[in-house]
T-cell receptor
Framework: NAGVTQTPKFQVLKTGQSMTLQCAQDMNHNSMYWYRQDPGMGLRLIYYSASEGTTDKGEVPNGYNVSRLNKREFSLRLESAAPSQTSVYFC?????????????FGPGTRLTVT | DAKTTQPPSMDCAEGRAANLPCNHSTISGNEYVYWYRQIHSQGPQYIIH???NNETNEMASLIITEDRKSSTLILPHATLRDTAVYYC?????????????FGKGTTLSVSS
């Protein structure tokens, strides 16, 4: 199992450009999450999807959109990138064999907006 | 989420057991104890979780006291690759709309 994979690993954007961060998991998990982590800071939840076909806002959704394409894939789109969106973005999924399962994280996408 | 308290840092010799403590004296009956770690520049990694019984998996063991007010994560044979920041989180189910709050954690340094 590859677990949770994210592409790209690194990206540099100019202000106003758009891009989509891709995330996929092969663990048959229902729940998926997008977080951002700024230097020296904790995780902040952007959006999450409790199951295929549903998405909900987290704590910091402004400037982002998401798509739960199928059970495996959950993408994050920046429509018009801003320097404040410079961050490391992590995708995570949670298993439901145990309703209290831990979250499994991908390796992250390091995004710089200039 | 209940508040947790962890020592800021710990050292461990390679091959020895690393015992990382966590206090969570205000834990509620429906809250689980989770452990994660984050190695520098990598994504957080889920390690283990438990409610009141001791748990073991391929990575670690989790010992929860009978009153559930504290717990210990045990890495039985620490390696250099276990050097990371370890986070103890207390959390109830279905908090899908809120981020995991990691706090400051314990920086474990494993040396040869």
């Amino acid at each position: 199992n590859a677990g949770v994979t994210q592409t790209p690993k690194f990206q540099v954007l100019k202000t106003g450009q758009s891009m989509t961060l891709q995330c996929a998991q092969d663990m048959n998990h229902n729940s998926m999450y997008w977080y951002r982590q700024d230097p020296g800071m904790g995780l902040r939840l952007i959006y999450y999807s409790a199951s295929e076909g549903t998405t909900d806002k987290g704590e910091v959704p402004n400037g982002y959109n998401v798509s739960r394409l199928n059970k495996r894939e959950f993408s994050l789109r920046l429509e018009s990138a801003a320097p404040s969106q410079t961050s490391v973005y992590f995708c995570a999924s949670r298993g439901d064999r145990s309703a209290y399962g831990g979250q499994y994280f991908g390796p992250g996408t390091r995004l710089t907006v200039t | 989420d209940a508040k947790t308290t962890q020592p800021p840092s710990m050292d461990c010799a390679e091959g020895r057991a690393a015992n990382l403590p966590c206090n969570h004296s205000t834990i509620s009956g429906n809250e689980y104890v989770y452990w994660y770690r984050q190695i520098h520049s990598q994504g957080p990694q889920y390690i283990i979780h438990g409610l009141k019984n001791n748990e073991t998996n391929e990575m670690a063991s989790l010992i929860i006291t009978e009153d559930r007010k504290s717990s210990t994560l045990i890495l039985p044979h620490a390696t250099l690759r276990d050097t990371a920041v370890y986070y103890c989180i207390v959390r109830s189910n279905n908090q899908a709309g809120t981020a995991l709050i990691f706090g400051k954690g314990t920086t474990l340094s494993v040396s040869s």
